[in-house]
Every structure is written in structure tokens, then in C-alpha cells.
């Protein structure tokens, strides 16, 4: 619907007829002994189902939308329009390039047209995406809309124009919470005639930054209420579990949810593809006993990348990491090279973190065909769109079938077949799905997770709400739970000042809150002889990172780190090709505060609470890039954090283990074994990856006095995925014991139970009791979803001790702090 964005990868100089994708597969199968295709979906093409205008579109309006090839809506578009024109909330779910935002531009341009004075807000969580949304808006050039952008990069001089004259401005979220709501005042005739607030890609408000989203909504709705107005909101998605129940979550409204995707679509033959083991001989081994691998999904791509680009196969490679981006592509251009020298230097890589000149120099390089591979990062989704590849390659489960469709629809040239492949990582959850493709090409059932019950993000938006107008008791209704308590708080931290009329904010300056911050400031990379920035990472991460002596790649060329300064925000790198890679390792305690919820199954106990875990990067390991091999482990200097957050947490009486012939010294490892299985299956239930996640496993917790496995919110006050892996439990903890189960590997590997970022080098750990451990949880477990508020307050033993103690990092507890996006 929105052509100005699209850039195509049109027919280009010396270009390949586009092979049938069938046949394309076949040949690339052909390369391997064992075939790695475990399943291959034919996605059929499928016709559109076109839908009358509305009656109440005006012809203007048609007549501009068929000047830009419109020339009907289909059904799903004029669903969701008929529901917000006739005054209901609806978010509109459906895939990729299916016309989204005809289903909010039809009643939102309709309503200016008939009225005047009506206004429309539209937030996109990328400044690309509201240019590009602008363009199409702009592009219908109606009379007397006046659409505008208005963001951090809009001149001071055209503020007041666009606030005073545009009926249709573009915004994000951040400019909303800094600029538009702290000045209600300056926009009250904006706001006074508000009639919609349309939410685009809404699926990536999720997690914490969602939770904060959430607030700055309630706070919009708040201010349109004091000037009389109740605007109608226009959610898009991507597919997902419960759109409607996500939607009503972030907006705090009823919300009605159009789902069916009626818009006709190119067939993409569609093949999950699985690295075969490696021969235990080859494996890199740094622990003999436990090795079985299998080839790593990085190079498994770079070959298959290779491979497209010398048939001429216009391709994209999407890798998780920017560290794996850069793998791939010069993993790639190497093969090439020594086929036919030259050839390597038809593929590049791109990522968020490269600086603008360069994304825009390998868009154009795509476009004209110099190049014919890309390695990128998912920095593509939200930026320029760039379809019509002949074939996708997935290096490994993008984290949500959102994302995993988005990537694979760069794929197809209108009306041509195309290959989309996703390769399996050696990891749980990729092999799940792998073995498992209803679940990728069936119903959805992950969902999109926040919580704004959230006390860090509650308490600051409330005070960022006092700021712009004082609170009262009804508003505290509007922020829902917990917003009580966390007035409480602010007024006895004296941030705010409880008067007959309300609460007031005390300070002269506005409070100081980041939606997107709690990562911290992003840390400058910079060449330090020659002062060059080489890129940004945020700083989550750059303990895991850009520690002093970690190995970081930029464009293909290997830096060393010479120095963190934290304080400063920058790390001071030097051109180096050492032959290893670095890989942090942090060491984690964890204390249970409170018991939020609760369910008792006899032996089994399953629990929802809020817990302190203070973590650390302690040291890194080198290790031989070729094979894998540890040279040494260096110790590291960088401070602990602390985290208080939410967990989900079971627990199992000794007996039953007995009972099911778990022996008391394969407990660890049984423990251990069940909690990197499940956080990496976690991601199946909620749009969080196992980054967001960690976790810690105890045959004896002094807190629980009972074997205990722990999986928390890698986010300060949770970010709603503990509380989702509380709420599907059953469903949950069966695919993690399904995954171990069948698994295809001796005594576990990464595709089952080791975890790449073990705090314990994945030790202990035991494959068969792991099974034994979840067949026991869900031999008692109820069969169905858990209801949030069962067995609330005080848990079954009752023996919380006042001064939680500290678990012993011994051999019996595990910990895997896996929350930093790392290198896969
Ligand atoms: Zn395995
Ligand atoms: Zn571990």
C-alpha cells in the first residue's frame, strides 16, 4: 500500500534469470551428504479477496487512492475501517504487506475530509517508518489535511506551524512522551479535536519499553479527556497470539481485533533447514565428556550464501548478530573468492550500528546489483523497505514469527515464486521448531507481553503525568494497578505533594524518564589512533561486548578493546586480527522478595514473585576461532548489577524426585539441564528472546528449602514474560521437556539443554533426568493456563526467611544470567 517506501531490487546489470525456487533448493540440498531439510512448506499463492468502498468514503478520496493503484480495499481492510469509522477500537493483525495502512487511513482521512477542524495523531516507533507513512499521506495530497512529521529532527521554526495548521501529524513515541504531552498547552487545539490515535507495528511495544509506551498512551488519553475528547484508536500488527488482548493492554481500552488477512500474496517455498552434527572428532571440545555439536548455523548460512550468489541469486542473509552479520559475509566473500576471484566482492554486511552514510552506500550498492548478497542484522525491518530478492536465508529463529515473516517477505518479486530458508541454530528452540513446523506455519500462539503494573515504569510515568497536570484519585484508575501504591512512594520520596485537589509534581524541572533507557546511554566504539567512531552499543551489552580485550568486528575488520570507560561512554578500540573470539561470562546470585502468586500441586510447587539478583561479567575466554578450543580464561573488573525483578519458579519435593529415579547427586545436573531447556523455549509462548531471560537452578535454595529451578526478567521490575511462563506453564514446560526429549543427541548439546551463555560452563548437567524432572512438574501441574490471581499472597510453606541468604555458587547451583544480546 505504500510503494514511495519500497525500494526494489529491480532487474539489475548481468542478472540471472530468477531460478525456481523448488529447483534452486533441490540443487543447494544436492551440496550435502545427509539432507538438512527437515521440512519444506509450499506458502501457495494466494488470490485477493477485494471488498466494496465503504459508503461513507468520500469520492475524493477514492479517486486519490486509485490514482495510487488502489482501486478497492480488501475485505480485512474494510473490516477494521468499518469498526474504527463507526467509533470502536480494532487492531488490525495480519501479515506482512497486507495493507495495513489502508484499514487507518480510510477512516482517519475520511474524518478529516468531512470535518474541518478534526485532527489525526499517527506514532510509529521509527522515524523511517513516519517518513515513509508521510510520503504516502502526503502523496493522496487531499485538501486541507496538511500532513506533517513531527520528531526530534523537525527545525524549531516549523513546530508552530505544524502544531497549529497540520491535521495529520507523525510522530513516535519518544517525541510524545519529551515534547507533545509536557506541552499540552501549546497543542490544546491539536488535542481538542482529536479524533484518531493510530498505532503502527504496535507488536513492538513489548517488554519494558512497551510498558513505558502503555503509560505515555494513558497519558495522551488523560490529556484528550481534559479537553473533552475520547479518540478512537487504529492499532496495526504483525500476527501474533492474542492481538486483541495485547492491544487492550497497551491502550488500556476495550479493543477489537481484525485478523483474517484477505490481500493476495506471491508463493514462497518455505525450508527449515537443520546444520548436520559434527563428527564428535571435529568438534571443538573444550569439555570432551559432553560434546556432541552441530556445524554452526553462521557458516551453514555463509555457504548457502555463497552458493546462491554464484548462480547470481539476488540474496539476503538475515543473522541475529551484528558479530554473526560480519561472520557471515566474510565467510562468504572468502568462498567466493577462491572460486573465482573477485566474485567475494558482490557481498557485503549491514547493521543497525554502522553510521548512516554506510547503510545508505549498501542499499544503493543492492539496488543497482554491484551487489548480490547482503549479511544483515534485522536493522532492515523497520528502516528502508528493501523487497523483490529472489531468495532469504534465516540464520537461525528470529525471536518471533512476526519478525520470521517480515524477513521472509523480502523475498518475491510481484507474481515470481521465491525461496525463504530458515536455518536452525545449534539451540532449543530452534530445533524445535525445525522438528516442529506446525507451530510455525500453524495458528500463532506467541504473544505480545508488557506490563505496566511495571513499578520502575509505572512510578516515573506517574510522575511524568503529575508533571503535565496534577493527579487525581480517577486517574489513578486510568494507570491501573499498582498506581496507588506507587503514588505513595513518590510522595513520601517527596517527588510529589498530596493537596485536597490531588497530587502535585514539587520540582521546577520535569522528571527525567527514557523509554527506551534501561539499557543505559549507548557506548561510542572509536579507533583511538585515529579518533574515528566506529559505531555504537548500547550499554546493556558492552559489559558482554566491548569488555577490555574483547574481539569486536566492524565491516569485516577485527578490532581489539583497549579500554571501557563506563563514565565516559566509550570504548577505545585498535585494528587487530587476532585468531579467537572473546566470550564474557558473568557470575549471578539470586533472593526471593515476595510471592505475588501461587500454584500448589502436591509435590510440585509453581510460583510468580518478585526476586533480587545482583550479576557480574567476571572474566572472558578465548577461544580459537577455527576450532573452538579454550586458549585461557582472563579475569575482568567491571562492577555488579543488580536487578530487582519478577521470576517464575518451581519446585519439587525430593521424594517425588526419588520416585521417579532421579538419584540425589544427578539432581544440578537434572535442574540445571530443565532451565536452559525452558528458558530457551520460553520464546515460544512470549515475544522475548532468551536474552531477555536468565536463570538459576538449586538442588536446595535457601529460600524455597526445595529443589528449585528459577527463570526471571533480565528487566528491572519484569517485563511481563515470567508472568506469561507462569500463566501457560503447562504448555510451556511440555514443549521444553518434548525438546530435551526429542532431541536426537547422546548426553545433551546445544540444541537441547547447554546454553551458550552458562554461567557455569554447562556443568552439571544430565540430559535423561532432566526429562524425568518435567515429568514430574507436569504430572501434577494443571492441565490448563494458571489464572494470574490463584493462591495469592503467602505461599504454602509460609517460610520466607526475613534476611534472605545468599544461594552458594557450589556445584549444586547453577546460574545463567543470559541477558545480553550476545554474539550467536
Ligand atoms: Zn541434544
Ligand atoms: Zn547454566
Redesign the pocket.
Known amino acids: 500500500m505504500n510503494p514511495a517506501a519500497t525500494v526494489s531490487a529491480g532487474p539489475g546489470p548481468e542478472r540471472a534469470p530468477a531460478a525456481a525456487p523448488g529447483d534452486l533448493l533441490r540443487r543447494l540440498r544436492a551440496r550435502h551428504g545427509d539432507d538438512p531439510v527437515t521440512h519444506v512448506e509450499r506458502v501457495p499463492a494466494r488470490p485477493g479477496e477485494p471488498a466494496p468502498w465503504p459508503q461513507w468514503a468520500p469520492e475524493e478520496l477514492r479517486a486519490a487512492l486509485a490514482r495510487r493503484g488502489v482501486v478497492a480495499p480488501w475485505r480485512h481492510q474494510a473490516q477494521a475501517a468499518e469498526l474504527a469509522y463507526g467509533g470502536r477500537h480494532v487492531v488490525v493483525a495480519t501479515g506482512t504487506a497486507s495493507g495495513k495502512s489502508l484499514a487507518y487511513q480510510l477512516p482517519a482521512l475520511a474524518t478529516l475530509l468531512a470535518d474541518p477542524r478534526a485532527t489525526v495523531l499517527y506514532l510509529a516507533p521509527t522515524k523511517a517508518l513516519a517518513a515513509d507513512q508521510l510520503r504516502a499521506v502526503a502523496g493522496l495530497e487531499l485538501d486541507g489535511v496538511r500532513p506533517a512529521t513531527y520528531d526530534g529532527d523537525t527545525p524549531r521554526a516549523e513546530r508552530e506551524w505544524i502544531r497549529r495548521h497540520s491535521r495529520f501529524v507523525l510522530t513516535n513515541p519518544d517525541m510524545l512522551h519529551h515534547g507533545i504531552l509536557p506541552g499540552h498547552a501549546h497543542w490544546s487545539g491539536f488535542l481538542r479535536r482529536l479524533a484518531y490515535v493510530v498505532i503502527d507495528e504496535c507488536h513492538t511495544y513489548r517488554g519494558v519499553f512497551g510498558s513505558h509506551v502503555a503509560h505515555v498512551l494513558r497519558r495522551l488519553r488523560r490529556q484528550c479527556a481534559k479537553y473533552g475528547r475520547t479518540p478512537v484508536f487504529v492499532l496495526a500488527s504483525a500476527t501474533s497470539g492474542d492481538p486483541a488482548a495485547a492491544a487492550g493492554r497497551l491502550t488500556g481500552l476495550p479493543v477489537a481485533a481484525v485478523t483474517e488477512d484477505t490481500s493476495p500474496r506471491g508463493g514462497v517455498t518455505f525450508a527449515l533447514w537443520e546444520p548436520p552434527l559434527l563428527p564428535s572428532s571435529d568438534a571443538p571440545s573444550p569439555d570432551a565428556d559432553l560434546l556432541q555439536v552441530r556445524r554452526s548455523a553462521l557458516r551453514e548460512t555463509a555457504d548457502l550464501l555463497a552458493d546462491t550468489v554464484a548462480e547470481g541469486v539476488r540474496t539476503l542473509a538475515f543473522v541475529r548478530s551484528r558479530k554473526g552479520a560480519e561472520v557471515v559475509a566474510s565467510n562468504a566473500r572468502r568462498a567466493l573468492d577462491e572460486a573465482v576471484p573477485g566474485l567475494g566482492d558482490r557481498v557485503a554486511a549491514y547493521r543497525a550500528g554502522y553510521l548512516r552514510e554506510e547503510r545508505r552506500e549498501l542499499e544503493r550498492a543492492l539496488l543497482h546489483g554491484d551487489l548480490l548478497g547482503l549479511a544483515s542484522t534485522n536493522a532492515l525491518e523497520l528502516g528502508v523497505d528493501l523487497v523483490g530478492l529472489d531468495a532469504v536465508l534465516i540464520c537461525g529463529w528470529p525471536g518471533t514469527r512476526a519478525s520470521l515473516w517480515q524477513q521472509a517477505g523480502r523475498a518475491g518479486r510481484s507474481g515470481d515464486e521465491a525461496l525463504a530458508v530458515l536455518v536452525a541454530r545449534d539451540d532449543p528452540l530452534d530445533t524445535y521448531l525445525v522438528h516442529h513446523p506446525e507451530a510455525l506455519f500453524g495458528r500463532p500462539v506467541e504473544a505480545t507481553v508488557l506490563d505496566p503494573a511495571n513499578p520502575y515504569v509505572l512510578a516515573p510515568q506517574l510522575a511524568c503525568a503529575a508533571a503535565e497536570a496534577p493527579l487525581t484519585p480517577a486517574d489513578l484508575e486510568l494507570f491501573g494497578d499498582g498506581a496507588k501504591e506507587a503514588v505513595e512512594e513518590l510522595v513520601a520520596a517527596g517527588a510529589l505533594r498530596q493537596r485536597p485537589t490531588g497530587w502535585y509534581w514539587r520540582h521546577r524541572e520535569r522528571p527525567e524518564v527514557d523509554l527506551r533507557g534501561e539499557g543505559g546511554a549507548p557506548v561510542c566504539v572509536v579507533e583511538a589512533s585515529t579518533g574515528r567512531l566506529l559505531g555504537t552499543v548500547d550499554g546493556g551489552s558492552s559489559h558482554f561486548l566491548i569488555h577490555p580485550g574483547a574481539v569486536y568486528l566492524h565491516q569485516g575488520v577485527s578490532y581489539v578493546v583497549d579500554s571501557l570507560d563506563l563514565d565516559d561512554g566509550c570504548a577505545l578500540v585498535h585494528a587487530e586480527e587476532p585468531d579467537w573470539s572473546t566470550h564474557a561470562r558473568d557470575v549471578t546470585s539470586l533472593s526471593v522478595v515476595s510471592v505475588r502468586s501461587y500454584a500448589d500441586a502436591g509435590p510440585v510447587g509453581l510460583f510468580l514473585g518478585e526476586v533480587d539478583v545482583t550479576s557480574q561479567v567476571v572474566s572472558y575466554q578465548r577461544r580459537r576461532i577455527a576450532s573452538g578450543e579454550v586458549i585461557d580464561t582472563r579475569p575482568l573488573d567491571l562492577p555488579a548489577r543488580e536487578l530487582r525483578t519478577v521470576a517464575v519458579w518451581f519446585t519439587l519435593s525430593p521424594q517425588s524426585l526419588a520416585a521417579a529415579g532421579v538419584e540425589a547427586a544427578d539432581i544440578p545436573g537434572a535442574l540445571h539441564a530443565a532451565e536452559h531447556a525452558a528458558i530457551g523455549l520460553l520464546p515460544l509462548m512470549a515475544t522475548c528472546d532468551r536474552w531477555d531471560i536468565g536463570g538459576l537452578s538449586t538442588a536446595v535454595h535457601p529460600d524455597t528449602e526445595a529443589p528449585t529451578v528459577f527463570v526471571y526478567d533480565g528487566h528491572p521490575g519484569g517485563a511481563g514474560f515470567a508472568e506469561r511462563a507462569y500463566g501457560t506453564a503447562a504448555a510451556w514446560l511440555r514443549a521444553t521437556r518434548d525438546a530435551i526429549a526429542e532431541?536426537g543427541?547422546e548426553a545433551?548439546?546445544p540444541?537441547?539443554?547447554q546454553s551458550p551463555k552458562c554461567g557455569n560452563g554447562n556443568n552439571p548437567l544430565s540430559k535423561p533426568d532432566a526429562v524425568r524432572v518435567l515429568d514430574v512438574v507436569l504430572a501434577n501441574l494443571p492441565a490448563g493456563d494458571v489464572p494470574a490471581g490463584s493462591g495469592e499472597g503467602a505461599p504454602p510453606a509460609a517460610d520466607l526467611p526475613a534476611a534472605p541468604l545468599l544461594p552458594r555458587q557450589d556445584d549444586r547451583t547453577s546460574t545463567d544470567a543470559e541477558v545480553t544480546p550476545g554474539a550467536s
Open positions: 532431541c543427541c545433551g548439546c540444541s537441547c539443554v
